[in-house]
């Protein structure tokens, strides 16, 4: 009875292994199906998925060169145009506008003969070898301001000179005319105003002399010096009070009368008393003026008048001044003083106290005065009026 058991025993063993064997080959074998199928479904799908991205790239590529082409006719257009443009005006121009149309260009015509009559002035100009700058106009406007006209050369430089520096140089037009209009206004002063060409040497013969006023131009003055004398080119047109006046009256026992004053600058001073005419002369650039003239013996006590009057470059009468005086007794002194003033020179001071300027010498000798030619204004001089008291 137990044999039995143990040979049964056994062969449920064995039949169990089996069943484990085969489960496990068929297990391996569904798994090696398995494997077999999911290799080829990943096959298939990597092949699959590989030629997708493919196609894609080249999709991607495309449509990146056509978004590029669409960039650069964007960016580019207006360029392209104009150049598209200059070759079609280019082409009308060159085959299809008609060529036989000729262009017509007017020129106007210059005659000849207003051309010729400036070169011989010119030539003519060019040849003299005396030909110097001149004054036209020496103007002073109301501002302050000086205009110079003038003439010399064609189309040369002139320098305009005033107070010894040049202060401008303008050029001549083919006439040989020239304007100096400057901008800025002149203080009231004198001026000394020449013209000057190209060489040092060519200077004007004549200069101006200008004297701005304080007062304005009315009462200013402009002259033109000559070697022939003054000619006045704008005359003060209204004098104020102080535009002439009459400082002292010496009267010396010589008989003779001396009246010292202030006036406009270059212009001339004469001298009457009573009516009768005594003498004249001119008023210094720093507008003073000194007269002299032998009267005779002047009653004491007796009323006299003294008249002196300021004249233009024409002679006539711009302003006068009277001065009526009753002769005094004389004091019996010998000598009578001066005082000097801007721009006088012992010359003067001896011609109206002395008669003659050439007995300076004898006024230097009593102020003791080591060089006659250097006197200072506000300088006290005793005038010797007795060394000549016989003459």
């Not at 790239?57 to 669409?70: A, G, L, P, R, W």
């Not at 200059?86 to 085959?95: E, N, Q, R």
């Not at 006045?232 to 002292?248: C, H």
Request: hydrophobic share 40%; glycine share 6%.
């Amino acid at each position: 009875m137990a044999k039995k058991n143990q040979s049964n025993m056994g062969k449920t063993k064995r039949s169990t292994d089996d069943m484990i064997d085969s489960a496990i080959a068929k297990q391996n074998d569904w798994l090696e199906n398995r494997r077999e199928y999911t290799r080829g479904f990943l096959k298939s799908l990597n092949l699959f998925a590989r030629k997708k991205t493919d196609e894609n790239i080249v999709e991607i590529k495309s449509e990146q060169k056509k978004n590029s082409k669409k960039s650069l006719l964007r960016a580019y257009w207006f360029p392209v145009a104009c150049v598209v443009f200059v070759l079609c005006v280019a082409v009308w121009g060159l085959f299809i506008r008609d060529t036989k149309t000729a262009r017509v260009i007017v020129v106007p015509s210059v005659p000849q003969a207003i051309v010729q009559p400036v070169e011989k002035e010119i030539d003519s100009l060019e040849i003299k070898e005396d030909v110097f700058p001149e004054f036209d106009i020496v103007r002073i406007e109301q501002s302050g301001s000086i205009v110079v006209a003038g003439r010399w050369l064609p189309n040369q430089n002139v320098s305009v000179v005033v107070n010894g520096d040049i202060v401008a140089t303008e050029r001549t037009n083919y006439t040989g005319e020239f304007v100096y209009a400057p901008t800025n206004v002149w203080k009231a002063g004198n001026y000394t105003i020449s013209l000057m060409g190209i060489n040092p040497d060519r200077k004007s013969k004549d200069n101006v002399f200008v004297y701005i006023s304080e007062q304005g131009a009315r009462n200013s003055v402009s002259l033109l010096m000559t070697s022939d004398g003054s000619t006045l080119l704008q005359a003060p047109k209204m004098l104020r009070d102080g535009d002439l006046s009459i400082s002292k009256i010496d009267y010396l026992s010589t008989g003779r009368i001396v009246i010292t004053g202030d006036g406009m600058p270059r212009l001339r001073v004469s001298l009457s008393l009573n009516g009768k005419y005594l003498g004249f002369a001119r008023v210094s650039d720093h507008r003073h003026f000194g007269l002299g003239a032998d009267v005779g013996d002047l009653k004491s006590g007796e009323e006299y008048t003294l008249t002196v009057r300021m004249h233009d470059g024409d002679g006539r009468t711009v302003a006068n001044v009277s001065h009526q005086f009753v002769m005094p007794e004389m004091t019996g002194d010998d000598d009578t003083f001066y005082t000097v003033r801007r721009g006088d020179c012992l010359w003067i001071i001896a011609r109206n106290f002395l008669r003659r300027g050439i007995l300076f010498s004898i006024i230097a000798e009593k102020n003791n005065i080591k060089n006659p030619d250097l006197i200072f204004p506000k300088q006290n001089l005793q005038i010797p009026v007795e060394a000549t008291k016989n003459d």
